[in-house]
């Protein structure tokens, strides 16, 4: 083999090693990176990864938040309506936090199906809505009128 092609052929050889490894660690840290969203009836179906960090969303229950006296730890339901998770937090909640408001909390979710949130967002005005709680709480409803269709009975005289 002629020495410059030789030298030309190395050059290539490392030039792709080089951004194979590139590409692979890219990967690998976008992979850590993503946070998938899930809403409470996709979690309560165990479709949601157990301790892999994920964002769920879906409306406060009324009446399911529960403050530790003691400490800023705060238990709630999140529902979309057709099922609900329980989540819990460790510190101070955003102002615009309530019952029967649209959040979407990050965390893990944990072996008794419990989420453990490290972050909780609120929405920021009455009229916003996060556009994967918006889907969630739609599916959900849509879900909920076609087992309603599917139940009602015709009547018979």
């Known amino acids: 083999m002629h020495p410059i092609r030789k030298k030309r052929l190395t050059i290539v050889l490392f030039l792709l090693v080089g951004l194979s490894v590139a590409v692979g660690l890219t990967t690998y840290a976008l992979r850590q990176n993503i946070n998938l969203f899930y809403d409470p009836s996709q979690i309560s179906a165990g479709e949601a990864p157990v301790d892999v960090r994920?964002?769920?969303g879906g409306m406060v229950e009324e009446g399911?938040?529960?403050?530790?006296?003691?400490?800023?730890k705060v238990e709630f339901m999140v529902?979309?309506?057709?099922?609900?998770?329980?989540?819990?937090?460790?510190g101070i909640l955003p102002d615009l936090f309530a019952?029967?408001?649209?959040?979407?909390?990050?965390?893990r979710l944990n072996n008794e199906g419990r989420f453990v949130a490290d972050q909780v967002l609120a929405k920021h005005d009455e009229n916003y809505m996060p556009p994967e709680v918006a889907g969630a709480l739609e599916k959900a409803s849509q879900a909920e009128t076609k087992s309603a269709a599917e139940n009602a009975k015709p009547a018979t005289y």
Request: aromatic letters at 6%; zero cysteines; charged letters at 20%.
């Open 99 to 107: 019952e029967g408001q649209g959040i979407v909390a990050m965390g």
């Open 64 to 72: 399911s938040v529960v403050r530790d006296p003691e400490s800023l």
């Open 54 to 56: 994920i964002r769920a």
């Open 79 to 90: 529902t979309d309506y057709s099922a609900s998770v329980p989540v819990e937090y460790v």
